[in-house]
């Protein structure tokens, strides 16, 4: 095994794209409610949404790979804070973890404990103070890992499917 973390550059854009396929292929398979889907534009679609979204909120994307073969990656960005929110929060610069995923065969070998000490990094350097990450509550092992991590639960995001 020859793992190596990057930055993104743009000849990793396939390699970006295939992690979010894997991700959100993830992410449907352990929906009980069976509303996530992958839709047929959602590759390359989605990976270029993200690219935007980094370029236009000062964001970074950390890449792992396995000699050639891509295992994980990270997608971060600092939130703006809007004027809405300094009515009700103290100023703040928040970090968001908007992507992570490591590859089934690579995972509980550190690899995204890096990406995370990574990202952290990377927003300190930005002068955040928090960095918040969304969790899809099915999701028990991204909880426990976040958790590992010192991070806590913060907004609880509830649903009701109405007949
Ligand atoms: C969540 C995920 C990124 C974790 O990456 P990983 O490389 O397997 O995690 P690591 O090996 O770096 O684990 C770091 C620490 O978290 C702990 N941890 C990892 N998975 C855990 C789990 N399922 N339950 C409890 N603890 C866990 C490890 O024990 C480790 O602790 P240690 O440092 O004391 O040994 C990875 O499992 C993944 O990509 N899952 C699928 C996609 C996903 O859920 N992404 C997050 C979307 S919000």
Same mark, same amino acid.
């Given at each position: ?6 930055? /993104? ?13 894997? #991700? ?6 352990? !929906?009980? $409610? ?23 909120? !000062? ?6 790979? !396995? ?15 809007? !004027?809405?929110?300094? $009515? ?11 992507? #992570? ?44 890992? /976040? ?17």
């Amino acid at each position: 095994m020859k793992i190596k973390l990057k930055r /993104y550059q743009k000849n990793d854009f396939k390699n970006i794209d295939r992690c979010m396929v894997q #991700l959100q292929d993830f992410l449907v398979k352990i !929906d009980p $409610l069976k509303r996530l889907l992958r839709a047929p534009k959602y590759s390359p679609q989605y990976a270029n949404n993200i690219l935007e979204k980094v370029a236009k909120y !000062d964001g970074v994307i950390f890449l792992v790979y !396995d000699d050639k073969k891509i295992v994980g990656c990270i997608v971060g960005i600092i939130e703006k804070q809007s !004027d809405k929110n300094l $009515l009700e929060c103290v100023p703040t610069r928040a970090g968001r973890i908007v992507e #992570l995923f490591v590859s089934s065969k690579y995972r509980s070998l550190g690899i995204g404990k890096q990406l995370m000490s990574k990202m952290e990094n990377y927003m300190r350097k930005k002068k955040c103070d928090v960095i918040r990450v969304e969790v899809f509550e099915p999701n028990k092992a991204a909880h426990n890992f /976040y958790r590992k991590l010192n991070y806590q639960d913060r907004v609880i995001d509830m649903i009701k499917l109405l007949k």
